[in-house]
């Protein structure tokens, strides 16, 4: 257990609705990272957070969005849900937002299913 | 362009026996790369890290080495087990960029 949780485990819905995934990091962790692995892909980094700025951008669509909120739990907003949107979203926090030995630690994920 | 390269893409080894996976990289300035271990469906899980200064690491059965000069590393995986079936990804990280591989997959047939 690596101490991130996520909700929902696992969300079905259909095109052109809108979900929120959540994450909790790490006790004292400051970063919290989005990706997204879809079947049998690698994972895509999306965002990240620090502190609950913005951090990095990754190959996030304009239809996502995520905020950090000042207990530093984080959401991502996936809205107009297409077909291809479907796909495990999974959450990392770290303790700081940059650095050589800054480890990431992920949480088991969010399993999307958009029929 | 910043990159991330891994091989095999998939690997099937007998229990017991030892393997190598590779990971080669064009990201600049480099940081730090890791070594992640990823069972179908889970969250991945770190298994080494390592920055510029360092050319080896292990982790039990896991050790990872790392050529700065020519942007390669390797893990390698001794006496496999079949709990070592999994993909294991490569992330090499600049100080504001952080690239994936794709990942070797690793199946351990007993």
């Known amino acids: 257990d690596s101490g991130v949780t996520q909700t929902p485990k696992h969300l079905i819905t259909a095109t052109g609705q809108r979900v929120t995934l959540r994450c909790s990091p790490r006790s004292g962790d400051l970063s919290v990272y989005w990706y997204q692995q879809s079947l049998d892909q690698g994972l895509q980094f999306l965002i990240q957070y620090y502190n609950g700025e913005e951090r990095a951008k990754g190959n996030i669509l304009e239809r996502f969005s995520a905020q950090q909120f000042p207990d530093l739990h984080s959401e991502l907003n996936l809205s107009s849900l297409e077909l291809g949107d479907s796909a495990l979203y999974f959450c990392a926090s770290s303790p700081r937002g940059q650095g050589a030995l800054n480890e990431q630690f992920f949480g088991p994920g969010t399993r999307l299913t958009v029929l | 362009k910043n990159q991330v390269e891994q091989s095999p893409q998939s690997l099937i080894i007998l229990e017991g026996k030892n393997c190598t996976l590779q990971c080669n990289y064009t990201v600049s300035p480099f940081s730090n790369l890791r070594w992640y271990k990823q069972d179908t469906g889970r969250g991945p899980v770190s298994l080494t890290i390592?920055?510029?200064?360092?050319n080896t690491k292990s982790n039990g059965r896991y050790t990872a080495t790392l050529d700065a000069d020519t942007k390669q590393s390797s893990l390698h995986i001794t006496a496999s087990q079949l709990s070592d079936s999994a993909s294991y990804i490569c992330v090499v990280s600049a100080w504001d960029d952080m690239r994936f591989g794709a990942g070797t997959r690793l199946t351990v047939k007993p």
């Open positions: 390592m920055t510029f200064s360092e």
